[in-house]
Protein backbone atom coordinates (compact mmCIF):
# COMPACT_ATOMS: atom_id res chain seq x y z
CA UNK A 1 0.00 0.00 0.00
CA UNK A 2 1.30 3.00 -1.29
CA UNK A 3 0.27 5.47 1.95
CA UNK A 4 2.60 2.91 4.11
CA UNK A 5 5.24 3.99 2.03
CA UNK A 6 4.66 7.36 2.41
CA UNK A 7 4.10 7.17 5.85
CA UNK A 8 7.20 5.28 7.03
CA UNK A 9 9.02 7.98 4.94
CA UNK A 10 7.77 11.05 6.54
CA UNK A 11 7.12 12.86 9.68
CA UNK A 12 3.37 12.42 8.55
CA UNK A 13 1.20 10.91 11.52
CA UNK A 14 -1.96 10.38 8.80
CA UNK A 15 -1.53 9.58 4.59
CA UNK A 16 -4.56 8.70 3.23
CA UNK A 17 -4.91 7.76 -1.02
CA UNK A 18 -7.88 7.88 -3.21
CA UNK A 19 -7.04 7.37 -6.67
CA UNK A 20 -4.80 10.63 -7.71
CA UNK A 21 -5.36 11.95 -4.59
CA UNK A 22 -3.08 12.34 -1.46
CA UNK A 23 -4.11 13.97 1.66
CA UNK A 24 -1.17 14.01 4.61
CA UNK A 25 -1.37 15.48 7.89
CA UNK A 26 1.17 15.94 10.71
CA UNK A 27 -1.53 16.44 13.40
CA UNK A 28 -1.95 14.53 16.30
CA UNK A 29 -4.85 12.27 17.24
CA UNK A 30 -7.92 11.97 15.38
CA UNK A 31 -7.44 15.70 14.27
CA UNK A 32 -6.37 14.72 10.37
CA UNK A 33 -9.85 12.38 10.12
CA UNK A 34 -11.90 14.50 11.73
CA UNK A 35 -10.74 17.44 9.18
CA UNK A 36 -11.33 15.04 6.69
CA UNK A 37 -15.04 14.16 7.68
CA UNK A 38 -15.78 17.87 8.52
CA UNK A 39 -14.05 19.14 5.38
CA UNK A 40 -13.43 16.82 1.99
CA UNK A 41 -15.59 13.65 3.09
CA UNK A 42 -14.62 12.00 -0.38
CA UNK A 43 -10.66 12.00 -0.05
CA UNK A 44 -12.22 8.95 2.39
CA UNK A 45 -14.77 7.31 0.43
CA UNK A 46 -12.66 3.84 -0.51
CA UNK A 47 -8.84 5.38 0.16
CA UNK A 48 -6.28 3.64 1.44
CA UNK A 49 -5.50 4.99 5.03
CA UNK A 50 -2.11 4.39 7.05
CA UNK A 51 -2.31 6.13 10.44
CA UNK A 52 0.87 6.53 13.30
CA UNK A 53 -1.69 5.35 15.68
CA UNK A 54 -5.50 3.47 15.05
CA UNK A 55 -7.40 3.21 18.03
CA UNK A 56 -11.25 2.64 18.27
CA UNK A 57 -12.40 5.45 17.72
CA UNK A 58 -10.07 6.06 14.80
CA UNK A 59 -11.27 2.75 13.20
CA UNK A 60 -15.19 3.93 13.96
CA UNK A 61 -14.50 7.35 12.21
CA UNK A 62 -12.64 5.46 9.27
CA UNK A 63 -15.57 3.21 9.01
CA UNK A 64 -17.74 5.98 9.06
CA UNK A 65 -15.66 7.62 5.49
CA UNK A 66 -15.61 4.59 3.94
CA UNK A 67 -12.02 4.18 3.72
CA UNK A 68 -11.45 0.43 1.89
CA UNK A 69 -8.16 -0.37 3.75
CA UNK A 70 -6.77 0.56 6.90
CA UNK A 71 -2.40 0.13 7.81
CA UNK A 72 -1.72 1.42 11.60
CA UNK A 73 1.65 1.35 12.69
CA UNK A 74 0.20 0.75 15.93
CA UNK A 75 -3.36 -0.76 16.46
CA UNK A 76 -5.33 -1.34 19.59
CA UNK A 77 -7.70 -4.37 19.96
CA UNK A 78 -10.80 -2.53 19.81
CA UNK A 79 -9.84 -1.35 16.30
CA UNK A 80 -9.59 -4.66 15.11
CA UNK A 81 -12.78 -5.35 16.38
CA UNK A 82 -14.28 -2.76 14.68
CA UNK A 83 -12.38 -3.25 11.29
CA UNK A 84 -13.52 -6.56 11.23
CA UNK A 85 -16.84 -6.28 12.13
CA UNK A 86 -17.17 -3.41 9.15
CA UNK A 87 -15.19 -6.37 6.40
CA UNK A 88 -12.09 -3.24 5.77
CA UNK A 89 -9.15 -4.88 5.13
CA UNK A 90 -6.17 -4.10 7.81
CA UNK A 91 -2.85 -4.63 8.73
CA UNK A 92 -0.73 -3.70 11.49
CA UNK A 93 3.14 -2.96 12.91
CA UNK A 94 2.11 -3.40 16.61
CA UNK A 95 -0.97 -4.95 18.17
CA UNK A 96 -1.91 -3.68 21.77
CA UNK A 97 -4.46 -4.28 24.17
CA UNK A 98 -5.73 -0.62 24.62
CA UNK A 99 -4.38 2.54 23.12
CA UNK A 100 -3.06 5.09 26.07
CA UNK A 101 -3.35 8.82 26.56
CA UNK A 102 -0.32 11.01 26.28
CA UNK A 103 0.83 10.90 29.48
CA UNK A 104 1.21 6.66 29.18
CA UNK A 105 -0.61 6.10 32.47
CA UNK A 106 -4.82 5.60 31.63
CA UNK A 107 -6.70 5.03 28.51
CA UNK A 108 -7.01 7.70 25.83
CA UNK A 109 -10.04 9.50 26.43
CA UNK A 110 -11.12 8.75 23.02
CA UNK A 111 -10.67 4.87 23.00
CA UNK A 112 -12.38 5.09 26.70
CA UNK A 113 -15.19 6.79 25.02
CA UNK A 114 -15.89 4.58 22.02
CA UNK A 115 -15.48 1.27 24.27
CA UNK A 116 -19.08 0.59 24.03
CA UNK A 117 -20.38 2.49 20.63
CA UNK A 118 -22.18 0.00 18.88
CA UNK A 119 -21.93 1.71 15.17
CA UNK A 120 -19.93 4.02 13.38
CA UNK A 121 -22.63 6.55 13.42
CA UNK A 122 -22.89 6.39 17.06
CA UNK A 123 -19.06 6.66 17.57
CA UNK A 124 -19.41 9.98 14.94
CA UNK A 125 -21.79 11.41 17.24
CA UNK A 126 -20.10 11.09 20.84
CA UNK A 127 -16.78 12.16 19.82
CA UNK A 128 -17.97 15.16 18.07
CA UNK A 129 -19.79 15.83 21.25
CA UNK A 130 -16.62 14.87 23.36
CA UNK A 131 -14.75 17.27 20.67
CA UNK A 132 -16.93 20.14 21.09
Not at 104 to 132: H, M, Q, S, V
Amino acid sequence: MKAIELLKSSTDTLVAINGDTVYRSDKKGIIPIMDLLDGDKKVLLNASVADKIIGGAAAFLLVYGGVSEVYGETMSDKAVSVLENAGIPFTYGTLVPHIKNRSGDDLCPLERLCLNAATPTEAYKEITEFLL
